[in-house]
């Protein structure tokens, strides 16, 4: 079974610049997340996908970032303009229900993003 | 504020020994979940154990075990036979509101 797979795996850009991070969650996993894990931090959520819907984007700073999930399938993360504090990695998760003490999450590689 | 402590910054231990990485948490609900997830160098965090609350038996999977003091609001995590492969960050994970709450995490060395 294929995981959730993420891209690009690194990205370089100046601050003021866009950026865009895609997503592809396992198959059938209805719910789907977006992370943000700075240097030596643990990940904090940004967003929640319940199928098409995002019930939970209370994290995401929403003058800057958006992200969409189209079909309840695939995820973008966007961001623009960037700024220095963007710098982390950013990481997709999904899982089959949407509440986690029932079922465990599955991460991606992740998205590391430095922002000159 | 919900909030996760994990003191430990650093750890290192030697092949085949045991080590204990230590997490104490804050929530007043009752009955909640607990997790251990595991990030290795440049690869994807994966669950390690996971802990109901409501349960008084600790969580064991193969070598992970947990130490589960509920009104202590502490929740160990103990590697037994420490393998090269543990090498990680670990991070204790509790459910507040049905969002995980990650700590800032361990960094444990596993030597040979």
């Known amino acids: 079974e294929a995981g959730v797979v993420q891209s690009p795996r690194y990205k370089i850009i100046e601050k003021k610049q866009p950026v865009a991070f895609w997503c592809n969650p396992i198959?059938?996993?209805?719910?789907l997340y977006w992370y943000r894990q700075n240097l030596g931090q643990g990940p904090e959520l940004l967003i929640r996908?319940?199928?098409?819907?995002?019930?939970?984007d209370s994290q995401l700073p929403k003058d800057r970032f958006s992200a969409e999930r189209l079909k309840g399938v695939d995820s973008t993360l966007k961001i623009q303009p960037a700024e220095l504090g963007d710098s982390a990695v950013y990481l997709c998760?999904?899982?089959?229900?949407?509440?986690?003490?029932?079922?465990?999450?599955?991460f991606g590689e992740g998205s590391r993003l430095t922002v000159l | 504020a919900q909030t996760v402590t994990q003191s430990q910054p650093e750890m290192s231990v030697q092949e085949a020994e045991t080590v204990t990485l230590s997490c104490t948490y804050d929530?007043?609900?009752?009955?909640?979940?607990l997790f251990w997830y595991k990030q290795p160098p440049s690869r994807q965090m994966i669950l390690v154990i996971r802990?109901?609350?409501?349960?008084?038996q600790n969580a064991t999977e193969n070598r992970f075990s947990v130490n589960f003091q509920k009104a202590a609001k502490s929740f160990s995590l103990k590697i037994s036979d420490s393998q090269l492969g543990d090498t990680a960050m670990y991070f204790c994970?509790?459910?507040?509101?049905?969002?995980?709450?990650f700590g800032a995490g361990t960094i444990l060395r596993v030597k040979s």
């Open positions: 998760a999904s899982s089959p229900v949407w509440r986690p003490n029932t079922g465990e999450l599955f």
């Open positions: 994970t509790p459910e507040y509101g049905n969002k995980l709450v």
């Open positions: 802990q109901e609350a409501y349960k008084q």
């Open positions: 198959s059938g996993h209805n719910t």
């Open positions: 929530t007043s609900e009752n009955n909640y979940y």
């Open positions: 996908y319940e199928n098409e819907e995002a019930v939970d």
